[in-house]
């Protein structure tokens, strides 16, 4: 049996941990992002841009997708800014693996976090 956290906003039925997880870690990377107390790095940005080319034709971040984007930036990025977007990244998978732990404000925001980090490669490819 998976633990699951009741949400304030949901009432009573009980959202999985995973799913908790994977919004929580969404949220607070771009909190941080927003606010300039994270920057991302060159290689997480190479990667971030990968991602969004990967959903280009449909807009869907999938298990797939994510898991060769983790592949690309390999073990560097697990250490880049604390691996706090690979952990991103991997916190989505089981959210995005079973349809019951899909949640489309999770998916949105993990899209648009993507996006984020995607744009400082351009921006920094673009000064250099």
Do not use: C, K, Q
Not at 31 to 53: C, I
Not at 75 to 88: I, P
Not at 104 to 110: E, G, Q, T
Request: charged share 25%.
């Amino acid at each position: 049996m998976s633990a699951t956290t009741v949400r304030p906003e949901t009432g009573f039925f009980p959202e999985p941990a995973a799913t908790d997880r994977a919004r929580r870690r969404v949220e607070e990377l771009m909190a941080d992002f927003r606010t300039g107390a994270w920057r991302p790095t060159r290689l997480e940005g190479r990667v971030a841009g990968l991602l969004l080319t990967s959903t280009a034709g449909d807009g869907m971040l999938t298990p797939r997708r994510i898991r060769a984007a983790l592949w690309e930036g390999s073990l560097a990025m697990t250490r880049d800014n604390d691996g706090r977007f690979a952990r991103v990244l991997a916190d989505l998978l089981p959210v995005l693996e079973d349809p019951r732990l899909v949640s489309l404000d999770v998916v949105d925001a993990a899209g648009e976090l993507v996006g984020a980090v995607a744009s400082t490669a351009v921006a920094s490819t673009a000064a250099a």
